[in-house]
T-cell receptor, first 118, second 112 residues
Framework: GAVVSQHPSRVICKSGTSVKIECRSLDFQATTMFWYRQFPKQSLMLMATSNEGSKATYEQGVEKDKFLINHASLTLSTLTVTSAHPEDSSFYIC??????????????FGPGTRLTVL | AQTVTQSQPEMSVQEAETVTLSCTYDTSESDYYLFWYKQPPSRQMILVIRQEAYKQQNATENRFSVNFQKAAKSFSLKISDSQLGDAAMYFCAYLQGGKLIFGQGTELSVKP
């Protein structure tokens, strides 16, 4: 099956620092990846769509200068939370899109990264 | 805009019994895909089952099956012979244009 990894699985940082989260598709190439944020007991909220070789597309209300996304290769997308503050503490999940035959597109998810900003 | 609604925040089922999780959605599109994802305590999102809207036949994956009613915009998940490992958050999701729109989730507990 399609495997997506994320690193780190959890990170604790001080307020004002930047944190980078990596998302990798291990056994397939993904031109499109997605970044989600999830608060406890809530659903996943799409933050942005990451396209290989082009700029990310951000959802309404998501600060692009705050959450920098880079998709430099077909297997790697990174999310950098810049000048992190306690309100940025959350669970961040990435997914990679596989385009299937007959339009059976499916997203496969990474295990998530728990970010805690002190 | 497309929306996905799961009206059951919590559900409970006895081990070996059957449970049905509800999901409704709103869309003006005719070609789309629907999914059920499972999120256990590890928080890893796991694909449970997928349904293409153009297919009338309900999708089935082992103990998991769906009841897809396109006209009613309903997409329920039936879990048969429930097992302790089925305990998790279940999210219904609508895919269109590559983006997934999730419902609020249903927390399923399985009683031994």
């Amino acid at each position: 099956g399609a495997v997506v990894s994320q690193h780190p699985s959890r990170v604790i940082c001080k307020s004002g620092t930047s944190v980078k989260i990596e998302c990798r598709s291990l056994d397939f190439q993904a031109t499109t990846m997605f970044w989600y944020r999830q608060f406890p007991k809530q659903s996943l909220m799409l933050m942005a769509t990451s396209n290989e070789g082009s700029k990310a597309t951000y959802e309404q209300g998501v600060e692009k200068d705050k959450f920098l996304i880079n998709h430099a290769s077909l297997t790697l997308s990174t999310l950098t939370v810049t000048s992190a503050h306690p309100e940025d503490s959350s669970f961040y999940i990435c997914s990679a899109l596989i385009l299937g035959r007959g339009n059976t597109d499916t997203q496969y998810f990474g295990p998530g990264t728990r970010l805690t900003v002190l | 805009a497309q929306t996905v609604t799961q009206s059951q925040p919590e559900m409970s089922v006895q081990e070996a019994e059957t449970v049905t999780l509800s999901c409704t959605y709103d869309t003006s599109e005719s070609d789309y895909y629907l999914f059920w994802y499972k999120q256990p305590p590890s928080r890893q999102m796991i694909l449970v089952i997928r349904q293409e809207a153009y297919k009338q036949q309900n999708a089935t994956e082992n103990r998991f099956s769906v009841n897809f009613q396109k006209a009613a915009k309903s997409f329920s998940l039936k879990i048969s012979d429930s097992q302790l490992g089925d305990a998790a958050m279940y999210f219904c999701a609508y895919l269109q244009g590559g983006k997934l729109i999730f419902g609020q989730g249903t927390e399923l507990s399985v009683k031994p």
